[in-house]
């Protein structure tokens, strides 16, 4: 199993080709690939803009931004490993049609292949484990946790690109950050991090057991308290934050409900009121993937964007 979780882990959406600048008529979305960056001790970063058709529709407005991780996998299936991807432009239009949301810029962070993906995308407190979760997280890993240094490449240095380069609304109430998986406890851990960057989070199928499920199970208390420790120094009052999670119950998602549970009773004993500044769902039969991702990202960001 412990391999099988290694599959997973490190390949979700392996890519095979990368994206280029489409041509698209007037009043229709354009999607753009920035060229590969350079950053200091991450692997290099490939990134994914989607442009909203109102983008150039209405040359005054700005738009708020979804980042979201594994920007391989958002939108189209060709790119993908296993042949699936969230369809992100699908949802947004559909979103905004049905007067249920405003036109957003969708700003896709590749994800790296192999272990390096583990690597920059498990929380960086990880470090403080021992016995077997120490273990493993070094042979899921490879090489030293980053993702810190990721998060505040992505917090610092590309979100201050995006807002030079696009129409953006430059403020963290009009950025939210999303991803499913791995990428999921990344969307937790950068909007406790950096609040002063991203006001939203979607931690979708969030893998909150951080290492292969039977790993963790065999050392449960000790997952726990990582998380306990760790939102008990940095979760903080909600101050207006807003966190979705969920999981399905199929493959890998049927591992999550206790994790998820665990992090939804730290939410809560941190003063977090359910329903309003978090939530924590559960989709009977959905499984691992993208596609499963797609059909109830609506409700995920209808949730996140909501007035009240």
């Known amino acids: 199993m412990i391999r099988a979780f290694a599959i997973v882990l490190m390949g979700v959406g392996l890519a095979s080709c990368g994206v280029e600048l489409l041509p698209t008529p007037a009043g229709h979305s354009q999607t753009i690939e920035l060229e590969e960056i350079a950053a200091e001790g991450l692997p290099d970063q490939r990134v994914t803009v989607w442009l909203p058709p109102e983008y150039e529709e209405d040359a005054e407005r700005r738009f708020p931004v979804l980042y979201m991780w594994d920007g391989k996998n958002l939108l189209d299936p060709a790119q993908t490993h296993y042949g699936k991807a ?46 077997a979760i120490a273990d493993n997280v070094a042979e899921m890993a490879g090489g030293p946790i980053a993702s810190q240094r ?50 939203r989070a979607g931690c979708i199928s969030a893998h909150f057991a951080l290492v292969a499920p039977e790993i963790a199970d065999g050392d449960a208390a000790q997952v726990e308290r990582l998380w306990d420790e760790y939102l008990t120094a940095k979760l903080g009052a ?67 964007w909501r007035d009240e």
Not at 99 to 112: D, K, N
Not at 167 to 175: F, V
Not at 268 to 290: I, K, N, P, V
């Open 86 to 131: 969230w369809m992100i432009q699908d949802v947004m239009k559909g979103l905004v049609a049905a007067g249920e949301a405003e036109p957003h810029i969708v700003v896709g962070i590749w994800s790296p292949d192999g272990m390096d993906r583990y690597r920059v995308y498990v929380p960086q407190f990880v470090e403080d484990a021992d016995g």
């Open 150 to 199: 990721q998060l505040d490449w992505v917090a610092d240095d590309l979100t201050a690109r995006i807002d030079d380069e696009y129409r953006t609304i430059a403020d963290p109430e009009a950025r939210t950050i999303a991803g499913a998986s791995m990428g999921g406890v990344m969307s937790c851990f950068a909007i406790i991090e950096r609040p002063d960057v991203f006001d």
């Open 238 to 304: 909600p101050d207006g934050r807003r966190v979705w999670m969920d999981h399905g119950t199929v493959g890998l998602d049927g591992y999550y409900a206790p994790w998820q549970e665990a992090v939804a009773a730290d939410f809560r004993r941190l003063g977090w009121q359910e329903g309003e500044d978090f939530t924590a769902r559960l989709y009977e039969g959905a499984e691992h993937d993208e596609i499963a991702w797609n059909r109830r990202m609506p409700e995920v960001l209808r949730w996140l």
